[in-house]
């Protein structure tokens, strides 16, 4: 038995206005609940059913997007996704990994439990599963005072290019080739130098520094660092733009 409490807004001509709602559902059954999904979560796993009914009354569009910021198994995205939403999922639990990522890798390749027969649900669509890092930024929009390389490099990578970057074995200021484009990134001493500039600015010196980390890529490339002592003329000739941190660091829009 669920009981359900909260209020809907309806259009009523050109204003919407918010009605009461209170019901108690008693034929949505809970045998079996946990063979739904594939995945055990004791105590904390809803109905598919539940969740369906719950999306009817307040998506009537397959373009809408369904939104849980507490993903436990993944009941929600699930239903959403054979219901045909668009959904984001939010979990700070290891179940992120134990539980959502497998369930919804099974409703992409066709899970029948649950409301798969009433949604008429064979497979199909996908998902994206991200890890989130430090934050990288502080609440005045500057950068974190303490970030470290790897985290840096990551958020510029996935800003330039849209894509998880990988880290390497051994890191270096050459952080790799996307679309043959290259990024380079002079910052927290990656060169190993004790200057008052810690090696994070584009010189001579640091750009063979990066040339030599580039392997066999030969493109243009964009170099973040923390001022450059190259001309313009050298940076064209060299093919290179530059951006400065922390001031050309943005987020992905």
């Known amino acids: ?43 904390g796993k ?12 307040i998506s009537n569009s397959e373009k809408d997007i369904v939104l849980d910021s507490f993903l436990g198994s993944g009941t929600t995205a699930a239903v959403a996704a054979k219901m045909r939403r668009r959904f984001i999922g939010i979990e700070l ?7 959502c990522a497998p369930r919804l890798t099974a409703v992409v390749d066709g899970d029948a439990s649950g409301i798969s027969s009433s949604q008429n649900w064979d497979g199909g669509g996908g998902f994206r599963f991200y890890r989130l890092g430090p934050p990288v930024f502080t609440e005045e929009g500057s950068i974190q005072p303490d970030i470290g390389f790897p985290v840096l490099a990551a958020h510029i990578w996935f800003a330039e290019t849209g894509s998880p970057w990988s880290k390497p074995g051994k890191l270096k200021p050459f952080l790799g080739s996307h679309d043959k484009h290259g ?21 001579r010196k640091t750009l063979a520094a990066i040339r030599s980390a580039q392997e066999d890529f030969t493109g243009p490339m964009t170099v973040y660092g923390e001022r450059t002592a190259l001309s313009e003329t050298t940076l064209k000739a060299e093919r290179i733009e530059f951006k400065q941190t922390p001031y050309d660091v943005k987020a992905r829009k």
């Open 1 to 43: 038995m669920y009981f359900l409490s909260g209020s809907v807004r309806e259009k009523d001509g050109k204003n919407y206005i918010s009605k009461p709602i209170s019901t108690i559902w008693s034929d949505i059954p809970t045998n079996n609940l946990q063979n739904e999904g594939g995945v055990s979560f004791p105590s």
């Open 46 to 57: 809803k109905p598919e059913m539940l969740l369906e009914r719950v999306i009817a009354m």
């Open 93 to 99: 639990g290891e179940q992120a990994e134990t539980h």
């Open 183 to 203: 990024y380079a990134l002079l910052y927290n001493g990656i060169l190993g130098d004790k200057s008052a500039s810690g090696g994070n600015v584009l010189t």
